[in-house]
């Protein structure tokens, strides 16, 4: 698999970020080909549909000025990660746990990094839309069928620092079932589905950075996966979640008292 770094200056609000795209892959001399696949950050597809906030403007609620003090936050930043979030769960120092289209995520994707002082960043509107909007918008211009990833970035239980994750893509199918195959001894697998946009994700995530890279989208090329043909297809979002009362974590959390917890002495 060749994963390719696309360098672009600095992204502004409503700026045509495919057209910038596009660009800085024709100054490289890299050729957009059939089945490669497109991974864009998520802060610049957000930018590009203008959502960006000036915090000042913000009026907190009163929940909103509760949580910022328990989670040492800026009070119109909290505002905008309860009107952004689908759920939220709880929280830590300078972050709130919270769902936000079916990515348990930290802060609803709001984010003040690589923007303004002063400003904050949401998460991109209608993502698995403007995925499948981006995959029009490349063939329409090159003429190539190619898959696109929109990627965010979030912590992980117990594990230190930020992987990749998808928070919308389009042209492909995200997760590949393996239940019913045979593992190396022979046994079916009974639970086990492979979710291989978060893959690609992790892995365009590790070539983009998280700091001044100004690397905000990968094309990746020769992966393992098929990428549709139809423009027309549609990918079920909901073929890559599981529901809440189905996760492993959140239920293990959600249901702690209720359940026997065996500690080794």
């Known amino acids: 698999m060749q994963l390719f770094k696309i360098h672009t200056g600095l992204i502004k609000p409503n700026q045509d970020i495919i057209n910038v795209i596009i660009h800085s892959l024709d100054t490289s001399q890299i050729n957009i080909e059939d089945n490669d696949i497109l991974a864009i950050t998520s802060k610049i597809v957000a930018l590009s549909q203008g959502r960006i906030v000036k915090?000042?403007?913000?009026?907190?609620?009163?929940?909103?000025?509760?949580?910022?003090?328990?989670?040492?936050?800026?009070p119109g930043y909290v505002e905008l990660i309860i009107r952004e979030a689908d759920e939220i769960y709880g929280g830590t120092d300078q972050a709130i746990?919270?769902?936000?289209?079916?990515?348990?995520?930290?802060n609803a994707g709001v984010d003040r990094k690589n923007v303004p002082l002063g400003y904050a960043v949401l998460s991109p509107a209608n993502p698995y839309e403007s995925a499948q909007n981006?995959?029009?918008?490349?063939?329409?211009?090159?003429?190539?069928?190619?898959?696109?990833?929109?990627?965010?970035?979030?912590?992980?239980?117990?594990?230190?620092?930020?992987?990749?994750?998808?928070?919308?893509?389009s042209g492909f199918s995200p997760v590949r079932d393996c239940r019913g195959f045979?593992?190396?001894?022979?046994?079916?697998?009974?639970?086990?589905?492979?979710?291989?946009?978060?893959?690609?994700?992790?892995?365009?995530?590790?070539?983009m950075g998280e700091v001044d890279?100004?690397?905000?989208?990968?094309?990746?090329?020769?992966?393992?996966?098929i990428i549709s043909h139809d423009l027309n297809s549609q990918i079920n979002k909901d073929s890559v979640m599981v529901s809440p009362n189905h996760c492993l974590f959140i239920n293990a959390l959600k249901y702690e008292n209720e359940n026997k917890v065996v500690k080794r002495e």
């Open 55 to 74: 915090l000042e403007e913000v009026k907190p609620s009163d929940l909103a000025l509760k949580l910022s003090k328990r989670y040492n936050l800026d």
């Open 97 to 106: 746990c919270t769902l936000k289209e079916g990515v348990m995520i930290a």
């Open 134 to 169: 981006i995959r029009q918008r490349i063939h329409d211009i090159k003429g190539k069928f190619v898959g696109i990833v929109i990627v965010d970035s979030r912590v992980t239980p117990l594990r230190l620092g930020t992987v990749g994750v998808a928070f919308g893509f």
């Open 182 to 207: 045979k593992d190396l001894y022979g046994k079916p697998l009974q639970i086990t589905r492979h979710c291989q946009v978060d893959d690609l994700a992790g892995a365009a995530h590790l070539v």
């Open 213 to 225: 890279e100004r690397v905000p989208a990968i094309l990746l090329r020769d992966t393992p996966i």
